[in-house]
């Protein structure tokens, strides 16, 4: 069985920053992307940013150069650092992680930017 396991998620001011953490653990190997989606309220999961085993990183318009993805391969963890945070970056964020035997989601983290 596989886990992912988020936090980092909160309330914060727009301007300010909040850092995600997933972890995986269980029965999941060769992991290549990890990756973190997002879904507002009344609209679709969309990608927010991916990075393969090998460093490679893809990130959606709207939050290049205001977040950056990381991942530790030995710990099983990816990482959302978070700066500049606006308004419309609130919504619940899911860590995503493809290796064998399959793909995988975690349960979502609420992420809030209110003044």
């Known amino acids: 069985q596989v886990q992912l396991v988020e936090s980092g998620g909160g309330l914060v001011q727009p301007g300010g920053s909040l850092r995600l953490s997933c972890a995986a653990s269980g029965s999941i190997f060769s992991i290549n992307t990890m990756g973190w989606y997002r879904q507002a309220p009344r609209k679709q999961r969309e990608l927010v940013a991916t990075i393969t085993y090998g460093g490679t990183t893809n990130y959606a318009d709207s939050v290049k150069g205001r977040f950056t993805i990381s991942r530790d391969n030995a710990k099983k963890t990816v990482y959302l650092q978070m700066n500049n945070l606006k308004p419309e970056d609130t919504a619940v964020y899911y860590c995503?992680?493809?290796?064998?035997?399959?793909?995988?989601w975690g349960q979502g983290t609420q992420v809030t930017v209110s003044p």
């Open positions: 995503y992680v493809l290796g064998r035997p399959g793909a995988y």
